[in-house]
């Protein structure tokens, strides 16, 4: 088996009740049959206490229920889980265990990466300055399933993937231009796979037009996704308030002008989501919708970046960064629903 990861990937270590913003707070989180069967004999108080807040989900499966805070049931006062102090690791449910590493198998292949919704991975990926390399390690062991993609697919694939970020990462160049000559590699492998010369373009996604109308259809998917939390909504109505018909292009280029703006931020954000997305298409065939969708959430979160920094009259720190990256993938990346949506607007709209 051979895993692939970002080599800022082994930096990562849960700061667990230091983090200001816990991964057992404000989402659902399920548990695995694996896991349901252990809580069924976990003794003591603990599961006890467990047992009676975990409920059954509409498609069959278990959860664990959260308070009217939207708290974990399991979270006590200092941010620590109970289940993890009196029955260890080994005791979680796999979607704590693995969170915030996520991944996509194919063939021998994992790819893993961090998700920006975590606050110490946040840290760690906007400390960096260098561009970020991708690095493999061979485990002993192999898959028991290809999942249905032959050699000659996975290798086509992992050669967009590579040579998408190789241009994304190409820093002789401005990024808009980076982005123009990404969209079109990623055109040409979609019309290879599709043995076909049909050109997607999505106005609408052009990184260096700054209209109001083309932002106002970006802000219009957002707000119509589903809403995990109120902090999302609150930074919606600061954007609708911020970036107006009349201001949008003038605030946008006086952010984008400041000392505060970071182009390589933009260039890791850009590289993030294309590791994240692109080797999805392995299953769709779909590149372009994953390219642009790359760089439609690289564009919401440069919109909450100006928001934020006319918020702050006219600053916006690395903090500012990693807290608006965490909003964004909390709330979009982690809802299935949330990332169709976008999918289905830049197939249809």
């Given at each position: 088996m051979i895993v692939r990861v970002p080599d800022y990937f082994s930096e990562f270590s849960c700061i667990a009740g230091d983090c200001k913003d816990s991964c057992c707070l404000g989402w659902e989180i399920d548990i695995d049959e694996d896991s349901y069967e252990y809580y069924q004999t976990?003794?003591?108080?603990?599961?006890?206490?467990?047992?009676?807040?975990?409920?059954?989900?509409?498609?069959?499966?278990?959860?664990?229920?959260?308070?009217?805070?939207?708290?974990?049931?399991?979270l006590n006062d200092k941010n620590l889980c109970d289940l993890y102090i009196?029955?260890?690791?080994?005791?979680?449910?796999?979607?704590?265990?693995?969170?915030?590493?996520?991944?996509?198998?194919?063939?021998?292949?994992?790819q893993k990466c961090l998700s920006l919704?975590?606050?110490?991975?946040?840290?760690?990926f906007f400390s960096k300055t260098k561009p970020v390399k991708f690095v493999e390690q061979e485990l002993f062991g192999d898959s028991d399933d290809d999942?249905?993609?032959?050699?000659?697919?996975?290798?086509f694939f992992e050669e967009v993937q590579r040579e998408l970020i190789a241009i994304l990462q190409d820093?002789?160049?401005p990024i808009g231009v980076r982005v123009d000559e990404y969209l079109d590699r990623a055109n040409e492998y979609q019309n290879k796979l599709s043995q076909n010369d049909v050109e997607k373009h999505i106005d609408w996604l052009s990184f260096n037009d700054f209209s109001f109308e083309h932002f106002d259809i970006r802000f219009g998917i957002i707000n119509e996704m589903e809403l995990l939390r109120q902090v999302w909504q609150d930074f919606k109505d600061d954007m609708q308030t911020v970036l107006?018909?009349?201001?949008?292009?003038?605030?946008?280029?006086?952010?984008?002008?400041?000392?505060d703006y970071r182009?390589?931020?933009?260039e890791q954000l850009l590289v993030y989501f294309t590791f994240r997305y692109i080797m999805n298409a392995i299953y769709d065939s779909n590149i372009m919708v994953y390219a642009y969708l790359s760089?439609?959430?690289t564009m919401i979160v440069r919109d909450m970046n100006a928001t934020r920094f006319y918020k702050n009259g006219g600053s916006f720190t690395i903090e500012d960064q990693m807290e608006v990256a965490r909003i964004f993938s909390k709330e979009v990346e982690h809802s299935e629903e949330n990332v169709e949506a976008a999918k289905e607007e830049i197939i249809w709209g």
């Open positions: 976990l003794p003591g108080e603990v599961g006890e206490r467990l047992r009676k807040g975990m409920y059954e989900t509409e498609d069959g499966g278990h959860g664990i229920r959260t308070n009217n805070c939207g708290r974990c049931i399991m009196a029955a260890g690791e080994a005791s979680l449910s796999e979607v704590c265990t693995d969170f915030p590493r996520f991944g996509i198998e194919y063939r021998n292949v994992e919704a975590c606050e110490e991975v946040c840290r760690i999942q249905g993609v032959t050699e000659e697919e996975a290798a820093r002789t160049k107006t018909e009349d201001d949008y292009e003038k605030r946008m280029k006086e952010y984008m002008a400041s000392g182009e390589n931020d933009i760089v439609m959430f």
